[in-house]
């Protein structure tokens, strides 16, 4: 099994900053692909950003220059900071993990993040 623990959510004002953390662990972990998605009520889930073990990244369109994801593979951790928070940043963010051969897809309990003044 796989768990997923994120922290770091909380109410922020616009412009401002906010760093997300999310700890993996579980016998049937593997650091394949871990990253995050939101979701804002109403809304689709989307991505927000993705880190590979070898290092690869891809970020949502929204937040590209803004938010920075990073990764301690040996804690088996992958790290979200977030810059230049805009109110449409609001929104349930979600660690994902995702594994091959197995396949297996994890997610975290989610953490929220308002931005508000």
């Known amino acids: 099994q796989v768990q997923l623990v994120e922290s770091g959510g909380g109410l922020v004002q616009p412009g401002g900053s906010l760093n997300l953390s999310c700890a993996a662990s579980g016998s049937e972990f593997r650091f394949h692909r871990m990253g995050w998605y939101r979701q804002a009520p109403g809304e689709e889930r989307e991505l927000v950003a993705l880190?590979?073990?070898?290092?690869?990244?891809n970020y949502g369109d929204a937040v590209k220059g803004r938010f920075t994801i990073t990764s301690d593979i040996a804690a088996n951790t992958v790290y979200l900071q977030m810059t230049t928070l805009k109110p449409e940043d609001t929104a349930v963010y979600y660690c994902?993990?995702?594994?091959?051969?197995?396949?297996?897809?994890?997610w975290g309990q989610g953490t929220q993040v308002t931005v508000s003044s």
């Open positions: 880190i590979s073990n070898g290092g690869k990244i």
């Open positions: 994902n993990s995702r594994q091959w051969l197995p396949n297996r897809d994890d």
